[in-house]
């Protein structure tokens, strides 16, 4: 007899924080916070020395492996019967069934490895909350800025800054009549293909970022569009989707679709894609 009880008190439990997704994404800002301060611990603005290589030819860090530990944890104590996607998981074949799961979770520990070990502190930690295969609460934390964006929902995105303590809110702008400001990778994506399909709009400034500090440009108005041409995970982008969303446009593919996520068939991988203010999305499709 306890046994059902204890489980019926779980539910319950979930059912009580889904049903208040403000109180959840703060769990998951001090969750993210946690594993950021785990990844200070081994940065070096000097440089990283030690990074392995996983079969994808990828680079990962104690950081990373140390980030997602603290974090899946975390995610098994708030809500245990949701499952977790993780990028440094996945990689290991820890890939959790999500059949008959309505909820899961997509976690970048340390999103930008590559900056984190050049140092130039361009990295963040990532996790996001899916409904079905849509991206409903995002959280991203870059722990060298002390910056962190967040959302659960249309007109909640906020940006939080350390030395403040503050949350801002957060928006995207309309398109500006002098031209696009365009943000790209700072260590990836294809510049050529890139570079062509930014040929047919006027563009007014070029900015470099690493992570998903990139989407979250967009979300917070310091930027109009974000165009990527190269493989990325799912992982990557959903915290970073979530925010966008909230701050009211989305990332979609080529053809103009919202991102789905939680396609283990395509291995978590994105198409190709763009995050740009929804100004910019409605301008293309009229």
Same mark, same amino acid.
């Given at each position: 007899?306890?046994?059902?009880?204890?489980?019926?008190?779980?539910?319950?439990?979930?059912?009580?924080?889904?049903?208040?997704?403000?109180?959840?994404?703060?769990?998951?800002?001090?969750?993210?916070?946690?594993?950021?301060?785990?990844?200070?611990?081994?940065?070096?603005?000097?440089?990283?020395?030690?990074?392995?290589?996983?079969?994808?030819?990828?680079?990962?860090?104690?950081?990373?492996?140390?980030?997602?530990?603290?974090?899946?944890?975390?995610?098994?104590?708030?809500?245990?019967?949701?499952?977790? #996607?993780?990028?440094? =998981?996945?990689?290991?074949?820890? $890939?959790?069934?999500?059949? @008959?799961?309505?909820?899961? !979770?997509?976690?970048?520990?340390?999103?930008?490895?590559?900056?984190?070990?050049?140092?130039?502190?361009?990295?963040?930690?990532?996790?996001?909350?899916?409904?079905?295969?849509?991206?409903?609460?995002?959280?991203?934390?870059?722990?060298?800025?002390?910056?962190?964006?967040?959302?659960?929902?249309?007109?909640?995105?906020?940006?939080?800054?350390?030395?403040?303590?503050?949350?801002?809110?957060?928006?995207?702008?309309?398109?500006?009549?002098?031209?696009?400001?365009?943000?790209?990778?700072?260590?990836?994506?294809?510049?050529?293909?890139?570079?062509?399909?930014?040929?047919?709009?006027?563009?007014?400034?070029?900015?470099?970022?690493?992570?998903?500090?990139? #989407?979250?440009?967009? =979300?917070?108005?310091?930027?109009? $569009?974000?165009?990527?041409? @190269?493989?990325?995970?799912? !992982?990557?982008?959903?915290?970073?989707?979530?925010?966008?969303?909230?701050?009211?446009?989305?990332?979609?593919?080529?053809?103009?679709?919202?991102?789905?996520?939680?396609?283990?068939?395509?291995?978590?991988?994105?198409?190709?894609?763009?995050?740009?203010?929804?100004?910019?999305?409605?301008?293309?499709?009229?």
């Amino acid at each position: 007899m306890a046994f059902p009880f204890r489980r019926k008190k779980k539910t319950l439990r979930a059912d009580k924080l889904l049903a208040h997704p403000g109180a959840l994404t703060n769990m998951i800002r001090r969750l993210a916070v946690e594993a950021g301060n785990a990844t200070l611990v081994h940065f070096e603005e000097s440089g990283f020395v030690g990074a392995e290589y996983k079969d994808d030819g990828s680079p990962v860090t104690i950081a990373d492996k140390e980030a997602e530990a603290i974090i899946e944890k975390g995610l098994r104590e708030i809500l245990p019967d949701i499952p977790m #996607i993780g990028e440094e =998981a996945t990689a290991a074949g820890r $890939i959790p069934d999500l059949t @008959g799961h309505d909820y899961f !979770w997509l976690v970048d520990p340390l999103d930008g490895t590559k900056e984190f070990i050049s140092g130039t502190g361009e990295y963040t930690v990532n996790i996001a909350l899916i409904h079905k295969d849509t991206p409903i609460l995002g959280v991203v934390y870059a722990p060298v800025k002390g910056e962190m964006f967040a959302g659960h929902g249309p007109g909640t995105a906020v940006r939080w800054m350390e030395d403040n303590g503050r949350d801002k809110p957060i928006s995207v702008r309309p398109m500006p009549s002098e031209g696009l400001t365009v943000i790209v990778s700072r260590s990836h994506g294809k510049a050529e293909k890139r570079d062509a399909f930014l040929e047919q709009y006027k563009v007014a400034r070029l900015l470099q970022r690493g992570s998903s500090l990139k #989407i979250c440009a967009v =979300a917070s108005g310091k930027a109009d $569009i974000y165009p990527r041409f @190269g493989n990325t995970c799912e !992982w990557d982008t959903a915290a970073g989707d979530a925010v966008l969303r909230a701050a009211g446009s989305y990332v979609c593919d080529l053809e103009r679709k919202p991102l789905t996520y939680g396609h283990a068939d395509r291995k978590f991988l994105n198409p190709e894609f763009i995050a740009a203010s929804l100004d910019f999305l409605e301008a293309e499709q009229a």
